[in-house]
């Protein structure tokens, strides 16, 4: 391995062939030229002083003094003397450069090139120049050690070692500077700094999440453009088929009268047409009859094929111009400088990312600074911006990629990158140790950790490959080396091995709740309480865990998959109105009229933007139950599970991948009104209070960092909630998620099955992308005059 990842290092001798020395006659020692003469005379003719054209001049080398042959070898006498006394003049000059250098050019600077503006600026400022030098060397040796010992070292705390910088300045052109990031680590952050940096991270993925949503929407619209735009020209295609049917048959007409005998070169035919409309037309002579329908024939076709061909351009155009929503939306973030950690480099972990959390696409790892590559593999900062000049890699994504990779998860067999064939995993040449190849081996050797994020085709993914990326921790690379891979090429690979310590993986354990869907109650029987609580009252099994103590407390509970309204609040609806949609609702119909225009979700269901109330599709519509504003009416669709913890008592996760924006349940219960509510609590407080939840709904769409036009959606308003929900006998899964201040669940307002404002449904939708077996928690708010404190009913 060494000999694979060893790195010549060039000689230091800038002449390594010097020519041989001249002989000498009588020796002569000359002090060494000082940086001074170096600049103003290159190691060429004009090194030395013009006036000894006729002599080699001798290679510098690196010795305190050179001997030089004397400047004359031949010539005339008087040519001699000139040259005797100008040779004299140069020792002088050579023993005062070198006696007063010290004081002239202090630490062997090298000059600025002089031009004539800056020698006529430094000439009158010589003097001072002078002195300043001289006050300067004569400081205390004291002093001098004081400052030395006070000044720290310039990588005591680096996480690779910075070469030391010359102290010999060389004056170069300025040039633009490359710009070098500093690599840090994020180490030892209080429980408070860990709460902020989580929070702006899940705020930071909320404004991603929402733009993405509404990208979806854009991308609706065009698509139903299209299908409008495609619809009219197969209906111009259709007309323009008719019309070449009906010339088609009165060319027919014409050639069967152009058979019989006539009298003149031309008549009048009369002929009824495939659309019943008589068609009078002047028919020409015999002879050009036969043309005439071959030409009609041929034109019909042509303008047809012309059609056809036109659309399929403009649809191969419009799909090339458009852009995926996830690209879309980190663009618009990036534009408003929202993405996170673009300064420096962090290696190790990102403050605020978990391990196990999950993300949808790339983009997402990109705008976070948790891996900065859209498509490759290995994240490294490069030489140019590092500051020791070498390429450190900082996270890699695992996904099977490679044909040579092997992943046991603790441990990693990871293939470099480079070498493949076009769109296939197989190797077509061999790799290099270069780029990220090179970054990865630069960070075993400094030891560095890398970050490992894994791709996987997961049930619920969003992108259309169906992969998801789950962030895993920390790895160290403990070995590198070069070998045969499977394709028969030289590849590089290296062991990554999973730092201890840390918390289960996250692709762990979305493959352990792929195993709990797949098996039921055969996974750990012992603890599954029951295997639905909900008796088939939802369209999914609502599962009871409980690894932790024997208690049993949510099978004495009758469960209620909806909220019981009293009989006044379907009497007090109103008018009872509904849109007149046949196959689904579309744009302009009465119910999106009732949103303020714009359906409240996308096709897929996702919610778009909080607002403070939702009008679905109720009984009174003539739409299909799939509709796409009948999304929170069909209850449950994701399997969760009420489970026991340690830190929350009774809590609630799901088996499957919950999207941002997806809706979850309902918080379910039996409404009472303020008199009944007041009633209740004289026996203990069981009751949960909608105007006590937090407007969590307003972030969810909150664009006021993207567009400073952004207002708050206010419509429909409604007015303030005065009843309660009863959950001491009878409740749903919802009553057991937990409180949190930094909640991954919201409370939005919906009506569907009446029109009364005061007493909406409690619908909770997902504020962030969930992974599987992650609890799911509510901002249940802050407690008011009735009661003045809290409930949270999770036992």
């Given at each position: 391995m060494d000999s694979l990842l060893s790195l010549q290092t060039p000689s230091n001798n800038p002449h390594p062939h010097s020519p041989p020395l001249q002989p000498t006659q009588t020796p002569l020692l000359v002090p060494k030229p000082e940086?001074?003469?170096?600049?103003?005379?290159?190691?060429?003719?004009q090194q030395y002083p013009h006036w000894f054209p006729h002599q080699q001049q001798p290679q510098p080398n690196n010795n305190e003094f050179e001997l030089h042959a004397p400047p004359f070898a031949s010539g005339s006498p008087e040519e001699h003397e000139d040259s005797e006394l100008y040779n004299h003049f140069f020792r002088?000059?050579?023993?005062?450069?070198?006696?007063?250098?010290?004081?002239?050019?202090?630490?062997?600077?090298?000059?600025?090139?002089?031009?004539?503006?800056?020698?006529?600026?430094?000439?009158?400022?010589?003097?001072?120049?002078?002195?300043?030098?001289?006050?300067?060397?004569?400081?205390?040796?004291?002093?001098?050690?004081?400052?030395?010992?006070?000044?720290?070292?310039?990588?005591?705390?680096a996480l690779v070692p910075v070469p030391p910088s010359s102290s010999l300045t060389v004056a170069a052109p300025s040039k633009r500077v490359s710009k070098k990031k500093e690599l840090v680590r994020v180490s030892e952050l209080s429980?408070?700094?860990?709460?902020?940096?989580?929070?702006?991270?899940?705020?930071?993925?909320?404004?991603?999440?929402?733009?993405?949503?509404?990208?979806?929407?854009?991308?609706?619209?065009?698509?139903?453009?299209?299908?409008?735009?495609?619809?009219?020209?197969?209906?111009?295609?259709?007309?323009?088929?008719?019309?070449?049917?009906?010339a088609a048959t009165v060319?027919?007409?014409?050639?069967?009268?152009?058979?019989?005998?006539?009298?003149?070169s031309e008549s009048t035919v009369e002929c009824s047409s495939s659309a019943e409309t008589t068609v009078s037309v002047a028919v020409p002579a015999p002879e050009s009859a036969g043309e005439q329908q071959s030409a009609t024939d041929n034109g019909a076709g042509y303008n047809q094929t012309e059609t056809v061909n036109r659309g399929e351009a403009d649809a191969k155009m419009a799909r090339r111009m458009r852009q995926r929503g996830d690209i879309r939306a980190a663009q618009m973030m990036r534009m408003k400088d929202l993405w996170l950690n673009r300064d420096k480099r962090i290696v190790g972990a990102i403050p605020g990312v978990y391990v196990g959390d999950v993300f949808l696409f790339r983009m997402e790892l990109c705008f976070l600074g948790l891996h900065g590559q859209i498509q490759a593999g290995i994240d490294y900062l490069a030489a140019s911006m590092?500051?020791?000049?070498?390429?450190?890699?900082?996270?890699?994504?695992?996904?099977?990629?490679?044909?040579?990779?092997?992943?046991?998860?603790?441990?990693?067999?990871?293939?470099?990158?480079?070498?493949?064939?076009?769109?296939s995993v197989r190797q077509a040449t061999h790799q290099k140790l270069e780029s990220?190849?090179?970054?990865?081996?630069?960070?075993?050797?400094?030891?560095?950790?890398?970050?490992?994020?894994?791709?996987?085709?997961?049930?619920?993914?969003?992108?259309?490959?169906?992969?998801?990326?789950?962030?895993?921790?920390?790895?160290?690379?403990?070995?590198?080396?070069?070998?045969?891979?499977?394709?028969?090429?030289?590849?590089?690979?290296?062991?990554?091995?999973r730092v201890e310590g840390q918390p289960k993986m996250g692709s762990a354990i979305l493959k352990e709740a792929r195993s709990i869907r797949k098996s039921g109650v055969d996974f750990q029987p012992m603890y599954c309480l029951s295997v639905d609580i909900s008796n088939k009252k939802e369209k999914v099994a609502v599962r009871l865990f409980n690894d932790i103590d024997d208690s049993k407390e949510p099978l004495c509970f009758d469960y209620l998959p909806t909220t019981v309204f009293p009989p006044f609040v379907f009497h007090q609806s109103g008018t009872a109105t509904g849109c007149d949609c046949i196959d689904g609702c579309t744009d302009g119909c009465f119910c999106s009229m009732k949103n303020g225009g714009d359906f409240p979700y996308n096709q897929q269901g996702i919610l778009v933007r909080g607002k403070p109330l939702i009008f679905e599709c109720g009984p009174f519509c003539s739409c299909p139950p799939q509709c796409r504003n009948r999304v929170s009416q069909n209850g449950v669709k994701n399997r969760l599970e009420v489970f026991r913890s340690k830190?929350?008592?009774?809590?609630?996760?799901?088996?499957?991948?919950?999207?941002?924006?997806?809706?979850?349940?309902?918080?379910?219960?039996?409404?009472?009104?303020?008199?009944?509510?007041?009633?209740?609590?004289?026996?203990?407080?069981?009751?949960?209070?909608?105007?006590?939840?937090?407007?969590?709904?307003?972030?969810?769409?909150?664009?006021?960092?993207?567009?400073?036009?952004?207002?708050?959606?206010?419509?429909?308003?409604?007015?303030?909630?005065?009843?309660?929900?009863?959950?001491?006998?009878?409740?749903?899964?919802?009553?057991?998620?937990?409180?949190?201040?930094?909640?991954?669940?919201?409370?939005?307002?919906?009506?569907?099955?009446?029109?009364?404002?005061?007493?909406?449904?409690?619908?909770?939708?997902?504020?962030?992308?969930?992974p599987p077996l992650r609890e799911l928690s509510l901002d249940y708010g802050v407690a008011d005059e009735w009661t003045g404190k809290l409930s949270i009913c999770n036992g």
């Open positions: 940086p001074l003469d170096d600049f103003f005379f290159s190691n060429n003719s002088v000059s050579q023993l005062f450069r070198t006696a007063f250098s010290d004081t002239l050019f202090q630490n062997d600077a090298v000059p600025e090139p002089m031009t004539p503006q800056s020698q006529s600026q430094s000439q009158p400022n010589f003097q001072d120049s002078f002195s300043y030098a001289s006050a300067s060397n004569s400081q205390p040796e004291a002093e001098a050690e004081a400052e030395a010992e006070a000044t720290p070292e310039a990588d005591s705390r429980l408070h700094e860990q709460l902020h940096f989580r929070e702006v991270v899940r705020r930071t993925r909320m404004i991603y999440d929402s733009i993405r949503a509404l990208c979806t929407i854009e991308e609706e619209k065009r698509v139903q453009e299209e299908k409008r735009a495609a619809e009219k020209r197969a209906a111009a295609a259709e007309e323009e088929r008719r019309a070449a049917a009906a060319a027919d007409a014409v050639t069967i009268a152009a058979d019989e005998p006539f009298a003149g590092s500051p020791n000049n070498e390429p450190i890699a900082t996270s890699v994504i695992v996904s099977g990629g490679y044909e040579d990779d092997m992943d046991e998860g603790d441990v990693i067999i990871y293939t470099g990158q480079g070498g493949q064939a076009m769109n990220g190849n090179l970054a990865l081996e630069r960070s075993m050797y400094h030891n560095i950790e890398v970050r490992v994020i894994r791709g996987m085709k997961y049930e619920g993914a969003a992108a259309k490959s169906g992969k998801i990326y789950v962030y895993d921790g920390l790895y160290r690379i403990s070995e590198c080396w070069f070998d045969v891979g499977k394709s028969g090429f030289g590849v590089y690979k290296y062991k990554l091995v830190q929350t008592g009774w809590g609630v996760r799901s088996l499957d991948l919950i999207q941002a924006g997806a809706f979850i349940c309902e918080y379910a219960g039996v409404v009472l009104t303020r008199e009944q509510a007041q009633l209740l609590t004289m026996n203990g407080d069981s009751l949960i209070y909608p105007n006590r939840f937090s407007e969590r709904w307003a972030e969810w769409g909150d664009l006021s960092q993207v567009n400073s036009d952004y207002v708050r959606p206010s419509y429909p308003s409604i007015p303030p909630l005065d009843f309660s929900l009863d959950v001491s006998t009878v409740r749903n899964v919802a009553c057991y998620m937990s409180h949190s201040s930094s909640p991954n669940v919201m409370v939005q307002f919906v009506l569907y099955d009446h029109n009364n404002l005061m007493f909406p449904h409690l619908m909770l939708f997902a504020m962030e992308n969930i």
